[in-house]
């Protein structure tokens, strides 16, 4: 037997005995005293009932009074000495067929009738184990005896106790019998959610099937739930540490080798081999040192920084992001087609005008740069919540590209990391970064040699 089991255990059989204790204590003790309770109060109703009539009405009713109460009632006139009012009274109960052994009224007792009254006293009959109770009632002259017997339940109780006592060893034996067979159905279930919950701090994310139709089933649904989250949670977290783990080996690689240029050259420079361009290519190498660590810095803040949301137009940051590259665009004679479903559609949104137009800058900066039919489509379309906008280039690599990996950091598109063609590979994790905060969809596709980059961005 379990800890758990025990303390039920001991707790029912402890229930158990009190309740017979204190039944063996009311019966005892407090039954014989609520019985002459009720028995007074029933007399106290006579007298009450007999007050209000007179002697003669009293002495007519006695019949009746008698029947309906079981009662004894006699009289006697009260003018009499004390020894023949005692010997007539008994004589008259004795006629009633009320035999006493102990019956008499005082001269104290008398008295306090004539005071005040009505006065009571209980006879205790010895061998005859019972007990006669008396009201006594003077009224005018005469005096009214009200009695009833009372038999002794001492002998009763005794064998009640004992009738008691057997019961309780009997429900003594019950209470285990059912103590085991309830905590069997009680423990059972906590000591699989206990085990559940043991692998879960052992992150083994186990679940458990109880049907009680309780609240330990309830219990255990929520502990499922609970194991199902905190797994997935520890997934997250998991990727997390791996995705952190490789962004600090891609900034330790991103740094070293213009560091190892940087530093060669400079070494050059103090061995006299410097052929005038020593200079330009450090000043290349650290403006692209630069450019990474604003863009890292730029990746942090993401994490934390709230966006400052307001009403916002996408078509209006679009015309602006695609005028900036006109130069570029120009120089590769490039042809970037935008079309807008409708012309006249409503392309506002709720965001961060600043962070929306770094998402499209970073867009069209990719396109720019990895276009090779020298053709760019821009898609801006009003849905009925939401706008939708895609920008497509053809690309050329194929081999060595794992296209879903375009939104981690530092992933390049260009596998010769070539820095001209290649950038510092945090672009489109900003974009991811930014567009999440907005609560938009994102992702890609490919189309007969063709890159599709869009995102759904709901309006509010």
């Known amino acids: 037997m379990n800890k758990l089991s025990r303390k039920l255990?001991?707790?029912?059989?402890?229930?158990?005995?009190?309740?017979?204790?204190?039944?063996?204590?009311?019966?005892?003790?407090?039954?014989?005293?609520?019985?002459?309770?009720?028995?007074?109060?029933?007399?106290?109703?006579?007298?009450?009932?007999?007050?209000?009539?007179?002697?003669?009405?009293?002495?007519?009713?006695?019949?009746?009074?008698?029947?309906?109460?079981?009662?004894?009632?006699?009289?006697?006139d009260s003018d009499m000495d004390l020894d023949t009012l005692n010997d007539h009274l008994r004589r008259a109960l004795a006629k009633k067929r009320i035999t006493l052994n102990k019956f008499w009224l005082t001269e104290q007792k008398l008295e306090q009738v004539e005071r005040d009254g009505v006065e009571s006293e209980l006879y205790d009959q010895g061998k005859l184990k019972s007990n006669f109770l008396v009201t006594f009632m003077k009224k005018d002259d005469t005096l009214f005896v009200f009695g009833k017997s009372i038999a002794h339940v001492t002998d009763t109780i005794r064998t009640v106790n004992k009738l008691n006592i057997y019961i309780a060893l009997g429900g003594f034996v019950l209470a285990i019998f059912?103590?085991?067979?309830?905590?069997?159905?009680?423990?059972?279930?906590?000591?699989?959610?206990?085990n559940v919950a043991k692998d879960i701090s052992e992150l083994k994310f186990s679940k458990v099937s109880i049907q009680t139709k309780d609240e330990i089933e309830e219990l255990a649904a929520s502990i499922n739930e609970m194991s199902e989250k905190l797994q997935k949670a520890h997934q997250e977290l998991e990727q997390r540490n791996a995705n952190l783990r490789r962004f600090l080996a891609d900034i330790s690689h991103e740094l070293k080798t213009p560091l190892a240029l940087v530093k060669a050259y400079i070494a050059g420079i103090h061995d006299g081999l410097d052929d005038g361009t020593y200079l330009r290519i450090i000043q290349k190498q650290t403006d692209d040192m630069a450019l990474l660590v604003e863009e890292l810095l730029q990746f942090s803040k993401l994490q934390t920084e709230k966006h400052e949301m307001k009403k916002c137009?996408?078509?209006?940051?679009?015309?602006?992001?695609?005028?900036?590259?006109d130069i570029a665009v120009e120089k590769q004679q490039l042809v970037v087609h935008t079309e807008r479903k409708p012309d006249n559609g409503n392309y506002d949104v709720i965001g961060d005008p600043h962070r929306l137009m770094t998402v499209l800058d970073n867009l069209v900066s990719n396109a720019v740069k990895y276009s090779t039919n020298n053709y760019i489509n821009v898609t801006l379309e009003d849905r009925v919540d939401a706008c939708f906008f895609s920008i497509t280039n053809g690309v050329s690599w194929t081999d060595g590209v794992d296209i879903d990996r375009i939104w981690e950091p530092f992933y390049v598109l260009e596998t010769s990391r070539n820095k001209e063609m290649s950038g510092t590979g945090l672009g489109l994790s900003i974009v991811a970064e930014i567009l999440k905060k907005h609560g938009a969809s994102y992702g890609h596709r490919m189309h007969e040699g063709e890159l599709e980059l869009y995102f759904i961005l709901p309006r509010k």
């Open 9 to 76: 255990t001991i707790y029912v059989v402890t229930v158990v005995c009190v309740v017979m204790l204190l039944s063996l204590f009311v019966t005892t003790f407090l039954v014989p005293q609520y019985v002459l309770y009720e028995q007074e109060r029933e007399l106290e109703t006579i007298t009450e009932e007999l007050r209000e009539m007179s002697v003669q009405e009293i002495i007519e009713q006695i019949p009746q009074i008698e029947e309906k109460y079981n009662v004894t009632i006699v009289y006697e």
């Open 178 to 194: 059912l103590s085991a067979i309830f905590s069997k159905r009680i423990v059972s279930p906590i000591g699989e959610l206990r």
């Open 313 to 325: 137009n996408i078509d209006t940051l679009l015309r602006q992001v695609i005028k900036k590259y």
